[in-house]
């Protein structure tokens, strides 16, 4: 479902700057009801292989956000309840000016930081600083697919913080 309906071939400029034939718009599946329930259980499968046991689960707006979405209703399933919440990109100019939304009560709360595609990490290196920040215990970062073009570097030695992938791009094309 992923390779049909996200992976593109063809010439593209990435958010990085970089150049590539491949480009993953991931949300023209993890937005569809179809994939939505593979989406959640995946990642929930995931994190068991790692042993994260997250109390919510989010990254910045917009990639992570119908993943999280999905994880947090599949987790009913499991007997799970895992919330979601959003990373803003800039914190609101009003009201209680936060990044974070959907989380009363953050400090301390173990949670997993999601990224759709992972290339150089930037995005999720940001989402796991903003959590921090927020006082979130973050367990680890995992993304849809990793690009595996520096992601994995920028976010574990640097941030310590364990990084996964569910598809790597190799692996889709």
């Known amino acids: 479902m992923l390779r049909g309906r996200s992976v593109r071939h063809g010439d593209f400029t990435l958010v990085s700057g970089q150049k590539s034939e491949w480009?993953?718009?991931a949300k023209l599946t993890t937005c569809t009801a179809a994939a939505m329930p593979l989406v959640g259980q995946v990642f929930l499968d995931k994190f068991a292989v790692r042993g994260w046991l997250p109390k919510a689960v989010g990254g910045l707006t917009m990639g992570a956000d119908a993943i999280a979405a999905s994880i947090a209703y599949a987790s009913l399933s499991r007997g799970l309840a895992i919330d979601s919440f959003?990373?803003?990109?800039?914190?609101k100019k009003h009201g209680m000016k936060k990044f974070l939304e959907g989380m009363i009560d953050p400090a301390g709360a173990p949670v997993v930081i999601l990224d759709d595609v992972c290339t150089?990490?930037?995005?999720t290196v940001l989402a796991i600083e903003r959590a921090r920040e927020a006082g979130l215990e973050v367990l680890g970062a995992c993304c849809l697919v990793d690009r595996e073009m520096g992601a994995r570097a920028a976010i574990e030695e640097p941030l310590e913080c364990p990084f996964d992938r569910i598809f790597t791009l190799a692996e889709l094309i």
């Open 23 to 25: 480009y993953v718009d």
């Open 86 to 91: 959003v990373i803003r990109k800039e914190s």
């Open 120 to 123: 150089t990490g930037g995005s």
